[in-house]
C-alpha cells in the first residue's frame, strides 16, 4: 500500500485526488491538508465525497506530512511550492506537484513567470513521452492546456513533416479554480464563449519545449472559456511541409502511441466521451488540396489534465500499471 | 419628455433601465449615478450598450440628481434607500425605488427585514392591482418572486375560492446581482437545480400582503435557482375550497385581466415566451378528480419583475400609455 | 461470476448498466441486444465506452440471451416487455425489467397506462423499502419520479404523521431517452424549465401505491424539466398533522434509514452532490409556526433511478452486499 | 410604408424577422408563409410574438405574395428558391434571399452545391462591403460565418498585408434550425463542444469569395457549435507579411469602417454584447515577437448573421438610414 499525502487538498484538484484514491487499490490517503479548511470533513467541503471518505483536512506542518507519507501531491498554487516541495523531496518522500513551478527550464520559467526558479531536477510527467518518470523523485505535472496540445500533435512533430501549428483550445471553467470570479459567473459565462491571454497565455511555454523535444515546428496558442465546467477541446491546425494521407497520419499515431493505454484513436473527439475519464481522444481530418491536417483532441482537464496524470504518474513511479485504480469510463452524457 | 435620474445604475437592474429607457420615445436619462463606476462610460461597465448610450457614472449628490430629474428610480440595496428617498420625495421629484424598503407595511417591514421602516407613504406598483400608481409620489417596485407569485392567482383569491397556495418557484441568477457568489459559480449552478430559504424567504411577506388584500389563502413558498440567467418560472398548485372548470377559470381569469396588456393567457408558459419582455404569462391545468389546480407564470426577473415594471409605473406616473417604451416581443430562443 | 444479458441495450439507461457491469467484481455481460446497432460495437454507439467494453450489439433471440445469462436486464420501452419478460421467467433466469410493465398492480397499471397487464408477481425494486428483494424472479425496476419521490418522505408517511404532500420534481432531460424530441432541442431548453404532464404524470400511481403501503396520506405531483443533462431534485412540501421538531424528524429518518448505505442524509442537497453515483441524498427543512416541512431529495435519474438501482437490486437477488461495484463518489463539478 | 412578404416564416430566421419587422416604423408583413404551419397564428408557433402579432401563416402562390408586397423575403432551405425567386422578381418585387443560392459567383455554386445554379445578377448583402445594395432586385443575403468571418479581418485584406488567416469560428445551435437534431439533443452539446465539417464547411467558398475581392490571404476555416443557442465568435489568427503595431491596426479598421454603424471595435468581444442586436463587434491583439495577429468578431448569428441584415439590406433598398428599426442594444446577460 502507497501512503499517500495531499498539501492543498481543498480544490477541484484535490477533491478529485481523493475521489480517485478513494477508489486506488494500492494507495491510502494518510493527510490532506487545507488552510481555509482545517479541521473540517473533505465531505462537507465536497458534499459528493459523503460516505466515500472520512477524512478531515488538517493544517499540520510539511516534516508531518512527509513523515507519514510516501508520496506527497502539492496542489498549491504555483510561486507557493517552495514552501513544501524542498522539504518534502529533502525527507525522501516522492513528490508529484501539480503546480507549474517544475515545469519549465529553469531560465524559462524565470523569463515567463517573472520569479526565481528552484533548480531542482524534476521530469515532466506527460506520461505518454516521458518513460523515465518511474525513475523520477519530483514529477512536474503537466498544465492542462498542454497536455491536450501536446499530445494531440506529438506524432506529427517527432515524425518531422510538420512546418506550423495554430491551437485554438476550448476549456471549461473548472480550469480556473473554485472561488468565483467574474469570468465563472454564470451570467457571463452562460450562452458565451471567452477568448482570453490569447497571445500571452504561459502554457504556451510548455507547450514549445515539450514539442520542441520532438522536432521544429511553430507554435501558436490562444485559449478560450466555454460554458463548460470540464474538458479541454484542442483543435490544432496542422500545416505540414508534404502532404501525407489518412492512412499515414493513422500509422504515424498508431506507432507513437502503441500501448499507451490512455490514448483512444479514432473519430473527431468531444468532451462527453472522455468526461469523468482519464483518456486521450484524438482525431484528424486531411484538408483536400491543401497542406493543413486538423487534429482534435479531448481530455478532462482535471482528471488528464490534472488529478487523474498525477496518479497515473505515482502509478509509475511506484512500478505498478500505470492503469491501475484510473481505467474507467467517463460519464456521458 | 421626461426627465429621468437613476441612482445606483452599475448592476443588472440599472443596466436594464438604461436599455429600456435609451428606446423609450416620452423619456431621457439626465444623470445615472455609480460609486464604483464613477467616472467611466456606462459602455465600458455594460458593453452590449456600446453605440447605444453616451452616458458617464456620476458620483454626483442626491441633491444634483433630484434637481435635473422629474422622476428617479432607486436601484440601490435595501436599508441604503434613506440615504436618497426622502431627500428626493422632499424636492418634489416622484421616486420609484427598486429596494424591497417601501413595499411592506412599516411594521411587517421592520419584523422581515429587522431595521427601522421609513414611515412614508408609499404604493405597491404592481400595476395590474395597483391602478392608484397613477397618483403616487412614491413607488414601491414589487420584488421579482411576489410579482410572478401574486399576478399568477390573484383572480382566484380574489374569487373568493382558495384554500391554500403552495408556490413553489424557479429563478434564473441574475436574480441575486451582478457580483460573484458561490451560488452564481458556473461550476456549482450549471447542471443542477439549488433550493434556498425554502421557508424563510423574505419575499413571502410581500406576497401575503398583497393576496390578503384579495381574499383569504393560505400561503406556503419555497424559491429555488435553476442554471439559466434570466426568468422566473412560478409553479402555484393551488387547493380550492370548491372545484372549477377550465371554463370558468379561464373567464375568472380574462375578467380579472382585461385590458391589462402585459398579461397573457393561454397555455403553459415557459421562461422563453417572456425572456427580454416586459410580459407576464399565465396558463394552467385542473386536475382531475382533485381540489388542485396547477397554476403556471413566467417573468423576466429583470424586467417585469424589475426594471420594466419600475418604466411601466412611470409611464402611468406620468399619464402615458403604459405600454410605451415597453412593448415588444421577447428574444427567442 | 454472475453471466448477465441486456435486452435493449442501446439507450442511456442500456450504457449505464454497461458503464457500471464493466467495473463491477462479480458480474460479466454475456450478450446485448440492440435491433437498431444489431452488429455495432457498443464503443462506436457510446464512444465514452472505447477501451472500456469490447461488447457488440447484437440481434439475437431471448431464449439465447436465456442461454448465456443467469441475469437479464430489459430496457425497452413499456408495452414491450411481454416480447421477452414472459419468455425469460419460463427459462428459469432472473429478470430486472426497468420499464413500467411491473410496477403496478395489474388493476392499477390497466388504469394507468390502458393497456392489458401480465399479471405475473414482481417485486417492486425500491430495495430500502422492499427487503423481499432478495428472493425475487421478477423484479420491477421503480420509476425515476416515484425512487426520488418516495425516498424523500417514507419515514414521515410511515410514522404516521403526514396529512398531505406535493412533490414538485425537477429533472434533467435524459429521463426522456436518446432520441431528440422537441423539448431536448438545445434551443427549447437551454435557459428555461418545462413543466409538462403537470396533473396527470403516470408516475404518480408509482408513488401513491409505494406511500399508500406506509400510511395516509394526500399525494400531488407536478414534474418539470431543467437544463440539466442528468438528476432529480424532489422538493416534498409536506403538510403534517401536528409539528415535528428538527430532531425529531432526524431521529425518525436515521432510525428509518438506518443500515442503508445509498441513503445520505444531511443538509438541503443539490444535484451536483449525486450525480454519477447510486446515491440518493435528503435534507429538510421545518417552517416555524407552521405545518409544513420541506424535505428535498436528490437522485441521479440514470443510476439510482434506473439503472444503479437494477444492479443493487441484481446485487440483492445473488446475495451480494448491495454496495458491490456501486459504492463510488460521483462526478462533481 | 413598405409591403413586406415572407416566403418560410416559420423558422428561427422567419420569426425574427416577424420579431424585428413588427418593430420597424416604416415596414409592414402583408403576407407570410408556411406550408408546415398553414392557417395556424404565429403567436402560437413562437409563443413571444403573442400580442406583437395578429399574422397567420398562409399557404399561398408566389404570385399572391408578389401582388401585395414591394419586398419579399425568402427564408427556405437551398435549393428550393426556384421554386420563388424568379417569379418574384419577374413580378417587379425585390427579393432578399436568405438562402445560399445567390451568394456565390454560379460556376463556384455549381461546384460547392453540386447543383444547378440559377444565373440571376445577385448583390452580396454584406452591407459593410456592398454599397451598391441601394440599386439592387435580388439581394444574396451572407451566411452567418461568412459575415463573421469576412468582417473581422476586411480592412486587414483590404490594406494588403495578410499572408494567410486561419478562422476558428464557434457558432450557437440555433444555426442549424429549430427542427431537433443529434447535435441539438440537449444531451448532446450542453457542457461539450463538437468541430463539424472541419476543412469541407461550404461556407467557406463564400469567404474565400468575398475576401478575394478584396486582396490575396490564403484561407482556412473550421467551424465548432457550442452549448449556445445564439452568437458566433470567430478568432481569426492572422498572419501578416509585415509587423503591424496596435496603432497602426486600430487606424486601418477606424477608416475602413468609418460611418458604419453596426460595426463597434474595441475590446476583445464575447457573445454577450452582441446576442440580440445586429451589430457586429470586433477586438484584436498583436502577439510580441510574432507575425501573428488575433481577430476576434462576434455576432448574433439570427440578427447580424441572418434577418438583421436582411432588414439592414431591406433599408438600403429603400433609400432608408440603414439603422431604421435595428438600431437596440442587445440582451445581456
Redesign the interface.
Known sequence: MIDVGIIGGSG?TG?ELI?LL??HPEAEIKVVTSRRFEGKKVSEV???????TGLVYEGVETSKVAEVSDIVFTAVPHGTTSEYVPELIESGVSVVDLSADYRLKPEEYERVYSRKADKRDAVYGLCELHPEVFEAKLVANPGCYPTGAVLAVAPLVDNGTIESI?F?S?S???GSG?????T?????????????K???HRHKAEIVQELGRLGNARI?F?P?V??????I?T?A?VFVKENLTSVEIESIYQDFYEDK?FI?L????????????N?C?IGF????D?D?I?V?STIDNLIKGASGQAIQNMNLLFGLDERTGL???????
Open positions: 477541484y477533491a475521489r478513494s477508489g465536497h458534499t459528493h465525497l459523503k460516505s466515500i495554430v485554438d476550448k471549461g471553467i473548472t473554485a472561488d468565483p470570479t467574474a465563472s459567473h454564470y451570467p457571463t459565462l452562460a450562452e458565451n464563449i471567452i477568448p482570453y490569447m497571445t500571452t501558436s490562444t478560450h466555454i460554458p463548460a465546467m470540464r474538458g477541446l483543435t491546425h493505454p483512444r479514432g473519430a473527431i473527439p468531444t468532451l462527453h466521451s472522455v468526461r469523468g475519464s483518456f481522444d481530418e486531411v484538408e483536400e491543401s493543413r486538423v482534435v481505467f474507467n469510463a467517463g460519464l456521458s452524457p
